[in-house]
């Protein structure tokens, strides 16, 4: 008998539905209202947004292999919210320059770690912790712990509301999707993309091939480090506010969506599609956990165990590669 084999994305999106029709049987939750529930669902996924755009650089990043991970993530998005928030101050007209800052400023940290990686010979992991500590010196000092500044009345409306009155999907829900299709041109319509795969499955072969691997790396975390910046940006038009640790948070649960998306964590294989998946199954296990009343301790210990089997189920551990 012929056994049906569910792909990670799929098997992430069936959970997230199944996560979904469960939690309607919890108290103060949308019950049987079709209106409610799907204004729930809607929710949900605009809160997904932001965690699935930070994890498009963890996405990129490891899939290229050799260990590759960004710890410093979170603080790209807390220095990024905080420079969009100064430079716009409340003016429509400096947020297409603030987003540009933003953008730059992840990137510039993401070539930092991509040289240091690639020519140091520094470990990602030891990399990217410790540009994190440096990116989150550098905000204490530059700001003295006091920011001043205001975001744009247009970024709310975009990010936070519904373009089109009429239609109820918040501007962020659309934006993702449009990010979606960008990322998913990235990985499967480019030769970057191509050679980011490549590489993930062995560098070696990669560099015989004529792939030009420390090119490639620095590149990629280059890339990564933008879209994080990107993520930041979006971050501060949904709260309005920042604070030191605003990025901190979205940290584990990125790297996480990337595995739970079903990339492989040992690299060469994996897709944004899944990772957006991922991002919705981490947001909706946290909001049903949330509504459950449970204590932040039982919140984190559910979603690492969460993680656990999926990892189990999806067989990386056995296919580990170098």
Known sequence: MKKIRVSPPVAALILAIVLFLLSGFLPNSYGTD????????????RLAVFLGVIAAGQTLVIISGFEGIDLSAGSVVTLTAILTYVIVSGDNALVLPALLVAILVGA????????????????????????????????????????????????????ARP???????????????????????????TTYGKNLFAIGVNRVTARLSGVRVSLMNILTYTLAGALTGFGGFL???????????????????????VA??????????????GTMAGAIVLTL???????????????????????????SIYGRQRSFRQ
Do not use: C
């Open 34 to 45: 079709v209106n409610i529930a799907v204004a729930q669902a809607t929710n949900i996924v």
């Open 108 to 159: 510039l940290i993401g070539l930092l770690n991509g040289l240091g990686i690639t020519y140091l010979k520094i470990s990602p992991f030891v990399m990217t912790l410790g540009m994190s500590g440096v990116v989150t010196g550098a905000i204490i000092v530059l700001n003295h712990g006091n920011v001043s500044g205001k975001v744009a009345p247009i970024m709310t409306r975009i990010i």
């Open 163 to 189: 373009i089109v009155p009429e239609i109820p999907i918040p501007g962020a829900i659309l934006i993702w999707l449009i990010f979606g299709v960008f990322m998913w041109l990235l990985l499967e319509r």
């Open 235 to 257: 971050v501060v038009g949904n709260t309005g506010v920042v604070f030191i640790a605003l990025g901190q948070p979205f940290l584990f649960p990125a790297i996480a969506a």
């Open 260 to 273: 739970v998306g079903g990339t492989l964590l040992s690299g060469g294989k994996g897709s944004y599609w």
């Open 285 to 311: 296990l946290t909001s049903l956990l949330t509504t459950m009343q449970m204590p932040e301790s039982v919140r984190r210990m559910v979603l690492g165990g969460t993680l656990l089997i999926l990892i």
